[in-house]
């Protein structure tokens, strides 16, 4: 089996070795194709990639050089170039745990009805969301993540078959756009939760509200509410379930803002 692996990389000298690192160290032993997408990086991220790759030969790595275009552009152009069966993703800030992809492979090798399958992260264990009882394998659906996000991205591994059923991330989208990726691979593929917390991100800090794109809660918010209306568009749900979910969502933002006041408070 071959599993291609997409980072994309923006000035992450500080954190891309750990990332790398983590796919050496997986238990999962088999063909790794790294492709790591330098999305115009203006520190020493790209010296020290090409360092790693001198160090590191038994490693398949590929370095692809870019002007900044968003980290949408730098996946699709990961994307447009894996060559293995299945397809992981990992921001150059996160980690995978050592069994991850053993485990997700493992997964896959028992149901091959799978297509797309998604873990927990920084301790994350699911036991209900709204009444919808979760299992150590959850099968999530397109509606379910209009209410929550349970796919971090660095936790998916999917099959290379959902590139050319879906096609790629929207450009266009500068936040929230991995929420309408998985909304329209889930509502034409199997898409499975495996709730065990398998990759840390962002150092094991919060999700929203602390630093890069995530901070901006309100643009966040306006993604959201657009990837609300485009399910409405493609039939996902009805208009009373969109307006719901804008109220919903608007909750779901006051709530993180109260949060982050407080948490700058403390």
């Not at 209410?147 to 991330?169: A, H, Q, S, W, Y």
């Not at 919903?248 to 700058?264: A, E, G, N, P, Q």
Request: one cysteine or more; proline letters at 2%.
């Amino acid at each position: 089996m071959k599993i291609s692996v997409i980072i994309p990389m923006y000035n992450a000298e500080n954190t891309i070795v750990t990332a790398l690192n983590s796919i050496k160290n997986q238990t999962y032993k088999c063909d790794y194709e790294i492709i790591v997408i330098n999305d115009g990086s203006n520190d020493n991220s790209k010296a020290i990639v090409e360092k790693y790759i001198l160090e590191n030969p038994q490693l398949t790595i590929i370095l692809v050089n870019q002007t900044n275009g968003g980290v949408s552009r730098a996946r699709n152009e990961g994307l447009k170039r894996v060559t293995g069966d299945y397809i992981a993703l990992l921001d150059s800030d996160d980690e995978w745990l050592p069994q991850k992809i053993e485990e997700q492979v493992l997964v896959f090798q028992k149901n091959n009805n799978i297509d797309f399958l998604g873990t927990n992260r920084n301790g994350e264990h699911f036991k209900s969301f709204l009444g919808y009882k979760f299992s150590n394998l959850t099968k999530i659906n397109a509606r379910m993540l209009l209410f929550k996000n349970f796919f971090p991205t660095p936790t998916i591994l999917m099959k290379r078959k959902i590139i050319d059923e879906v096609g790629f991330f929207d450009e266009n989208k500068k936040l929230a756009e991995e929420g309408d990726y998985w909304i329209r691979i889930c509502s034409r593929n199997n898409c499975f939760l495996l709730n065990k917390s398998l990759v840390i991100t962002g150092g094991g800090k919060p999700s929203f509200g602390h630093s890069g794109l995530s901070s901006n809660l309100w643009e966040m918010e306006k993604g959201d509410l657009k990837i609300i209306k485009e399910a409405h568009n493609q039939k996902i749900i009805n208009i009373f379930e969109c307006y719901f979910l804008y109220v919903f969502s608007l909750c779901k933002y006051f709530r993180r803002v109260i949060i982050v006041k407080l948490r700058k408070n403390d």
